[in-house]
């Protein structure tokens, strides 16, 4: 398959072949239902994420090789090139009404989805919760057992196909109004207060030891984060720019949710 894509998308007319179109729309298909990933997690402890290049380029592809269409689902009705997915029962899945998920993502059993958006290419892994009014871009790669705050916004990275996308993984809880985009990563049970935005070039200061130690894009596991500023010196004098801040971290040695409150109520954590 990976050969074949990449003929493709070096040559457009091949689209034109209906071996190519059945191509992609199978990829499409093992997206929907978890069998590719946009992105593969490492196979041992402290390894990189790899990057599916070709997948990504096969989503594009399935954008330019589908026609416009109208969707009919009781009062609504929707305009798009990608229907949306039907089969939450049979996938174990909760969705709330209005919830919307795009067909090409995969939700796992156990994932709540409350009035929420989840966009084509994005994987979200078992027992997590999309909450009321979060988005999860295309192509994002969460976690099992997270939590999305109301309003979060997980950023989409489809384009460039070799970017990678916005990952946050397993026990991370992301605080109301958070913004987590530009293939920023935030690591295993990272807790990130309300109103938090990490990007892909953001300072994350951690300030619990003697200096601070300065991250760009990545939160380290465990950590307990903030929304901060430091000075920055500009033509026209001083002023702060936002960054976060690591306050504090999150014990190994409680369960999840004792650990939550713990470091949310030891560290003045609003979420």
């Not at 998308?9 to 590719?36: A, F, H, M, T």
């Not at 269409?69 to 997915?85: A, Q, R, W």
């Not at 190994?252 to 470091?263: F, G, P, Q, V, Y």
Request: aromatic residues 8%.
């Amino acid at each position: 398959m990976i050969e074949q894509i990449e003929q493709i998308w070096s040559n457009r007319d091949l689209l034109k072949q209906p071996e190519s179109i059945q191509l992609i729309k199978d990829i499409i298909d093992q997206l929907d239902r978890g069998v590719l990933r946009v992105a593969t997690p490492p196979t041992t402890e402290g390894g990189e994420w790899t990057v599916n290049e070709w997948v990504k380029k096969a989503i594009l592809l399935y954008f330019v090789s589908q026609q416009m269409k109208v969707d009919e689902v009781g009062i609504f009705s929707f305009h798009d090139k990608i229907p949306l997915k039907s089969n939450f029962a049979e996938a174990k899945v909760r969705a709330v009404p209005p919830a919307v998920a795009r067909y090409g993502s995969f939700q796992a059993p156990g994932v709540i989805l409350m009035p929420s958006y989840v966009n084509i290419g994005a994987f979200v892994d078992e027992r997590t919760m999309v909450d009321t009014w979060a988005t999860v871009g295309s192509c994002a790669q969460i976690g099992k057992d997270v939590h999305l705050s109301g309003g979060v916004g997980i950023g989409g990275v489809l384009e460039p196909p070799q970017a990678a996308p916005v990952i946050v993984e397993d026990g991370a809880f992301i605080g109301s109004r958070c913004i987590v985009v530009e293939g920023a990563h935030i690591g295993k049970r990272a807790v990130l207060g309300a109103g938090v935005t990490i990007t892909g070039s953001s300072k994350i200061i951690d300030v619990t030891g003697d200096t601070p130690v300065e991250y760009k894009g990545y939160v380290p596991a465990n950590s307990v984060v903030i929304p901060g500023s430091y000075a920055k010196q500009f033509p026209a004098g001083e002023y702060h720019v936002p960054c976060a801040i690591i306050i504090g971290q999150r014990k190994e040695s409680t369960d999840l949710k004792t650990s939550l409150n713990d470091a949310l109520r030891e560290n003045n954590v609003t979420v």
